[in-house]
Structures are given as structure tokens and as C-alpha cells.
């Protein structure tokens, strides 16, 4: 059974430090892997998706690594700014599982100014 | 501008009763679903449909039902038989199941009167 682990679950920084967020997971059967940022009471909004094929996505600041045969993913943020303080979450699709999505619980980030 | 609304923000629900969420999507999608979120637990899948009139169990289907009638909705009903149904609850959608990025909607609040 697929299982997907973020460390660490909270993480506080200053301003303008780069930061390393971890996911790890347990099968490496997989469509993709989805990095997701959700700020309080609100939705997902999908950062990065790394393919299974693929070994890095970049996007700005936001850099995100995939190593299928670790079953590690990490999402560096480089230059942080208080506007990054949310939730965020990594989430992979197992094959033949019709698109499923298993998550991990989540890294909370503050970005002290 | 094309994404997904679910309605309403908050919802209560009193002992015995049957409550239903809506989410709507524009975005022309084939793939449909339900998370659950929980503090500390991250996102699991209730329900999901790849297409119009189909849909499958997630990992917590019990006390849960749905329907597909159209591509652009797929209610989810939260029955008197969940016995613990306070959680924020979130609609997504992706262009076919597997390989796209799941858009989401901002959420719908439940909680027990």
C-alpha cells in the first residue's frame, strides 16, 4: 500500500533563507507527483508536477526533484518570502488507479519578515 | 475564467440528516473528485469518476454517495450513516485521470449542529 511521508511537519524561517521540503514514498509504481501549496481554509493550488520519467520541475523560486527508485521528492524555495507561509503538500498518482491521489500530511511553513 | 466551485462555503448538519455539497467545474474535464481533509491526516479520496455516468470507491467511501448526470458536476452527499462527517471536504478535477494536474475548488466546511 502506498504510503507518503513529509518531514518536517512545521518549519519556521527567516526572511531570504533557501528552504528543503521532504516527501518520501513507499512505492515507486507512479504516474507523477504533484506538489500542491494550500494557504488556510482554502484549496489546493498545484505548484509543480514532476512526471515519472522526469527528474526535476522548476518554476520561479520553486524547484521540485523526483527519485523514483529512493521514493524521494524534495521541493526547494529559494529566497523566501512571507507570502510563501502556507501548507504544502505532496501528492503522488499510483498506476492503474484511475487517478487517484495519495497525499502526504503536509510541511507547515512561516516565513518570519 | 475557467476552475471549480463548490457550494456552500460552510455547511451544518444535525443528527439523522442527509446533506448534500455541490462542485461545479468549467474547465471541461473528464476526471472528477472528493477529498476529505483532516487536521493532521492530509487529503483522502471518497469518490472519483473518469467519466460522465461512472464513478468508483476511494479509500473512504462508507456513508458517502455521489452521482455523475453531467461532465461539469458531481455532487457529493454526506449520508446520516457517516458517523463522524466534520472535516473540510474539496472537489477536484483533471482533463483525464493519471498523467494531468488535479485543479481544486476552495473547500466546503461541514460540521455537526
Known amino acids: 500500500k502506498q504510503e507518503v511521508t513529509q518531514i518536517p511537519a512545521a518549519l519556521s524561517v527567516p526572511e531570504g533563507e533557501n528552504l528543503v521540503l521532504n516527501c518520501s514514498f513507499t512505492?515507486?509504481?507512479?504516474?507523477?507527483l504533484q506538489w500542491f501549496r494550500q494557504d488556510p481554509g482554502k484549496g489546493l493550488t498545484s505548484l509543480l508536477l514532476?512526471?515519472?520519467?522526469?527528474r526535476e520541475q522548476t518554476s520561479g523560486r520553486l524547484n521540485a526533484s523526483l527519485d523514483k527508485s529512493s521514493g524521494r521528492s524534495t521541493l526547494y524555495i529559494a529566497a523566501s518570502q512571507p507570502g510563501d507561509s502556507a501548507t504544502y503538500l505532496c501528492?503522488?498518482?499510483?498506476?492503474?488507479?484511475?487517478?487517484?491521489?495519495?497525499f502526504g500530511q503536509g510541511t507547515e511553513l512561516s516565513v518570519k519578515p | 475564467d475557467g476552475g471549480i466551485t463548490q457550494s456552500p462555503k460552510y455547511l451544518f448538519r444535525k443528527e439523522g440528516q442527509n446533506v448534500t455539497l455541490s462542485c461545479e467545474q468549467n474547465?471541461?474535464?473528464?476526471?472528477m473528485y472528493w477529498y476529505r481533509q483532516d487536521p493532521g491526516q492530509g487529503l483522502r479520496l471518497i469518490y472519483y469518476?473518469?467519466?460522465?455516468?461512472?464513478?468508483q470507491k476511494g479509500d473512504i467511501a462508507e456513508g458517502y454517495s455521489v452521482s455523475r448526470e453531467k461532465k461539469e458536476s458531481f455532487p457529493l452527499t454526506v449520508t446520516s450513516a457517516q458517523k463522524n462527517p466534520t472535516a473540510f471536504y474539496l472537489c477536484?478535477?483533471?482533463?483525464?485521470?493519471?498523467?494531468?494536474?488535479?485543479?481544486f475548488g476552495d473547500g466546503t466546511r461541514l460540521s455537526i449542529l
Open positions: 477536484a478535477s483533471s482533463i483525464d485521470e493519471g498523467t494531468q494536474p488535479q485543479h
Open positions: 512505492d515507486s509504481a507512479i504516474y507523477n
Open positions: 514532476i512526471q515519472s520519467s522526469q
Open positions: 501528492a503522488v498518482s499510483p498506476y492503474n488507479q484511475g487517478g487517484k491521489l495519495i
Open positions: 474547465l471541461n474535464h473528464d476526471a
Open positions: 469518476s473518469q467519466i460522465v455516468n461512472d464513478f
